[in-house]
T-cell receptor
């Protein structure tokens, strides 16, 4: 089975609201985590990453939180826009990210007008 | 545009056949990764090459093989195709030591 999984397959939010997408991972040896966004008909696009020696990392309108105690990862998107509609995947790897990624099954984020 | 190119965009073939998917990484990236995306299995890592050498293997079937050439482009060869091999195949590339992988637009393979 998957070593990285997502709690919700679909998340619907109002435009302008904040979105929180969750992810659980099971491999305690993973030391590098990434969030990807995949729009329809396109390849995954890197959003933000975090290493296991950090708890939080912020980007432009996005924040990733890592809780190693409960093996949980979340992606927060502030002031959600229509262009944020996509499937979001969390991914993990060991060794700092130089090898292949293990992806979760994805959460489909739907933005309501 | 990620800078990673993949050809062809679509491929339709019959069971038992063999196909080759091609990937050109971003300029300067030495690592190339291949992933398969299907509805039932999700995104799965297949294999990684670094500067022409195989570096890591994931859930790649024995019927599948890959290589990376001196100009750093890579090819994924799929043989004895089965209906279940129908999927999107993505190539990604990265700078060595970086976890940030840049994905191409994918090749959609349909096996009939």
């Amino acid at each position: 089975g998957e070593s990285v999984g997502l709690h919700l397959p679909t998340l619907s939010v109002q435009e302008g609201d904040n979105s929180i997408i969750n992810c659980a991972y099971s491999n305690s040896a993973s030391d590098y985590f990434i969030w990807y966004k995949q729009e329809s008909g396109k390849g995954p696009q890197f959003i933000i990453d975090i290493r296991s020696n950090m708890d939080k990392r912020q980007g432009q309108r996005v924040t990733v939180l890592l809780n190693k105690t409960v093996k949980h990862l979340s992606l927060q998107i502030a002031a959600t826009q229509p262009g944020d509609s996509a499937v979001y995947f969390c991914a993990e790897t060991i060794g700092g990210g130089a090898d292949g990624l293990t992806f979760g099954k994805g959460t489909h984020l739907i933005i309501q007008p | 545009d990620s800078g990673v190119t993949q050809t062809p965009k679509h491929l339709i073939t019959a069971t038992g056949q063999r196909v080759t998917l091609r990937c050109s990484p971003r300029s300067g990236d030495l690592s190339v990764y291949w992933y398969q995306q299907s509805l039932d299995q999700g995104l799965q890592f297949l294999i990684q090459y670094y500067n022409g050498e195989e570096r890591a293997k994931g859930n790649i079937l024995e019927r599948f093989s890959a290589q990376q050439f001196p100009d750093l482009h890579s090819e994924l060869n799929l043989s004895s195709l089965e209906l279940g091999d129908s999927a999107l195949y993505f190539c990604a590339s990265s700078v060595i030591g970086s976890g940030e992988q840049y994905f191409g637009p994918g090749t959609r393979l349909t096996v009939t």
